[in-house]
């Protein structure tokens, strides 16, 4: 049954590939914009200082979503169209169809679900209905608001099917695999519409969270890989189907992206919880619009500045390390610690004026 499936989905691959091959530069943009960086360190600082609460909704349903995705991965053992076509017995005799491989195609992990696609369904998802009670309170029951929330709507699932005709595209999943992905980040985003407490959450309750994601995920590996199990039985396909190995960065491995996403998870908690963040975004100074602007700007600037650092790559462990380090670090800086600067820059010239 999953032979079958599989090979429908490798037909679709190969009928995009053969007549989109002019749309290859979108389609890489296109998976390129969908990772959860793009949420972190472009989406967050942005919603983060315009409306709190859905920049810290943000960063809850990536994180708890992409975790959510990894754990689904490890149990469904999903396959990737790249490597299947060359195992699979399912062709037998006949000769093996031919699939592109693309700079962003040779991904390490298990197949199902696709992570761009649950990670792009949920972000987008806490996006538009942030926007839709804005429309709701104006014109609630105007043609315009009805035309607005329909355009929103329009441009969530517009997103939604580039994303999933990219990562088929490009045969780093299944069709099948990108429609689960979708509808799981969906449903991750949905359920955080319920989860209040993630808004006013101590630096306890983040460092638990933190501490608890972490212990599950490597609990469950080292459990399952005593009973025999591998859980990284994907890293060795990659290395051997990947046409370069160049295009296999540990970036992708199943335990970097976790390590990163608890990294932010921790740095927003601490940047939350600080005495500078009370101090600038609590304050009178932090309800103007002037200040949130330039808060913006600062952590864009800043973020982009710690996203172009490279971290050495020799020593996986310590990679993990860093990379939490990194997140923690670059998130704190962009809640606490330049609203922070900022506030006291805005205060010291006001004084100066009286």
């Given at each position: 049954?999953?032979?079958?499936?599989?090979?429908?989905?490798?037909?679709?691959?190969?009928?995009?590939?053969?007549?989109?091959?002019?749309?290859?530069?979108?389609?890489?943009?296109?998976?390129?914009?969908?990772?959860?960086?793009?949420?972190?360190?472009?989406?967050?600082?942005?919603?983060?200082?315009?409306?709190?609460?859905?920049?810290?909704?943000?960063?809850?349903?990536?994180?708890?979503?992409?975790?959510?995705?990894l754990?689904f991965?490890?149990?469904?053992?999903?396959?990737?169209?790249?490597?299947?076509?060359?195992?699979?017995?399912?062709?037998?005799?006949?000769?093996?169809?031919?699939i592109?491989?693309?700079?962003?195609?040779?991904?390490?992990?298990?197949?199902?679900p696709?992570?761009?696609?649950?990670?792009?369904?949920?972000?987008?998802?806490?996006?538009?209905?942030?926007?839709?009670?804005?429309?709701?309170?104006?014109?609630?029951?105007?043609?315009?608001?009805?035309?607005?929330?329909?355009?929103?709507w329009?441009?969530f699932?517009?997103?939604?099917?580039?994303?999933?005709?990219?990562?088929?595209?490009?045969?780093?999943?299944?069709?099948?695999?990108?429609?689960?992905?979708?509808?799981?980040?969906?449903?991750?985003?949905?359920?955080?519409?319920?989860?209040y407490?993630?808004?006013?959450?101590?630096?306890?309750?983040?460092?638990?969270?933190?501490?608890?994601?972490?212990?599950?995920?490597?609990?469950?590996?080292?459990?399952?890989?005593?009973?025999?199990?591998?859980?990284?039985?994907?890293?060795?396909?990659?290395?051997?189907?990947?046409?370069?190995?160049?295009?296999?960065?540990?970036?992708?491995?199943?335990?970097?992206?976790?390590?990163?996403?608890?990294?932010?998870?921790?740095g927003?908690?601490?940047?939350?919880?600080?005495?500078?963040?009370?101090?600038?975004?609590?304050?009178?100074?932090?309800?103007?619009?002037?200040?949130?602007?330039?808060?913006?700007?600062?952590?864009?600037?800043?973020?982009?500045?710690?996203?172009?650092?490279?971290?050495?790559?020799?020593?996986?462990?310590?990679?993990?390390?860093?990379?939490?380090?990194?997140?923690?670090?670059?998130?704190?800086?962009?809640?606490?610690?330049?609203?922070?600067?900022?506030?006291?820059?805005?205060?010291?010239?006001?004084?100066?004026?009286?």
């Amino acid at each position: 049954m999953m032979d079958l499936l599989h090979s429908a989905g490798v037909q679709v691959v190969q009928y995009l590939q053969e007549n989109y091959q002019g749309s290859q530069d979108w389609f890489l943009f296109i998976s390129f914009a969908a990772d959860l960086k793009t949420t972190f360190f472009i989406f967050f600082p942005i919603w983060f200082h315009l409306c709190e609460a859905v920049g810290v909704k943000l960063i809850w349903v990536a994180v708890i979503g992409d975790w959510l995705n990894l754990v689904f991965k490890w149990i469904l053992f999903g396959q990737r169209p790249y490597w299947w076509v060359h195992e699979t017995g399912y062709y037998g005799n006949a000769s093996t169809p031919v699939i592109q491989q693309f700079p962003l195609t040779c991904e390490t992990g298990p197949g199902s679900p696709s992570g761009h696609a649950m990670g792009s369904a949920g972000v987008y998802y806490v996006m538009v209905t942030a926007l839709l009670p804005c429309i709701q309170g104006t014109q609630h029951r105007s043609c315009a608001a009805r035309c607005c929330r329909g355009l929103l709507w329009l441009v969530f699932w517009a997103v939604q099917v580039c994303v999933c005709l990219s990562r088929v595209f490009l045969a780093a999943h299944f069709p099948h695999q990108v429609i689960a992905g979708v509808i799981s980040g969906m449903v991750v985003a949905e359920a955080f519409d319920h989860i209040y407490s993630i808004y006013n959450a101590s630096l306890r309750r983040y460092l638990g969270t933190t501490l608890f994601l972490f212990s599950f995920a490597l609990g469950f590996y080292l459990l399952l890989k005593a009973l025999g199990v591998d859980l990284l039985w994907t890293l060795e396909k990659a290395e051997r189907w990947c046409d370069r190995p160049e295009w296999i960065h540990i970036e992708t491995t199943p335990f970097a992206g976790l390590l990163r996403n608890l990294g932010i998870l921790f740095g927003l908690g601490l940047a939350l919880n600080s005495p500078m963040y009370r101090e600038s975004c609590k304050g009178k100074v932090g309800q103007q619009l002037p200040f949130r602007l330039s808060c913006i700007a600062a952590s864009l600037l800043v973020l982009h500045l710690f996203d172009s650092f490279d971290l050495p790559t020799d020593r996986e462990l310590l990679f993990y390390v860093l990379s939490f380090c990194k997140s923690a670090a670059a998130h704190l800086c962009a809640v606490a610690l330049i609203p922070y600067c900022l506030a006291q820059v805005l205060r010291r010239g006001h004084e100066k004026i009286l």
